[in-house]
């Protein structure tokens, strides 16, 4: 299973599952990131860190190291 972090700029994919515990996993799907939810890579910054997202038709950012405990096919 590939995760979000792996997801090119310009695709989309869709959340299969999140990985973590606790209080990160709850931020995160407080931010809206939660199973079968589309996500659109927008852009990535410079340095790579963080990535731009389209989420529920917002947008977010965020870290990479959160993106890689982000399931999608």
């Known amino acids: 299973m ?3 972090k792996e997801v090119k ?4 994919a869709t959340v299969a ?6 209080a ?9 990131v939660t199973r079968g939810t589309e996500i659109y ?3 990535v ?3 790579g860190d963080p ?3 389209t989420v529920r038709g917002y947008e ?3 870290r990479k190291s959160d993106a890689e405990l982000i399931e999608v096919y």
């Open 2 to 4: 590939r995760t979000l």
């Open 9 to 12: 700029v310009g695709e989309t």
């Open 17 to 22: 599952g999140l990985r973590g515990e606790g």
């Open 24 to 32: 990160l996993k709850r931020r995160i799907m407080d931010m809206g």
């Open 41 to 43: 890579v927008r852009k």
């Open 45 to 47: 910054a410079p340095l």
């Open 51 to 53: 990535i731009e997202l």
């Open 60 to 62: 977010l950012s965020l």
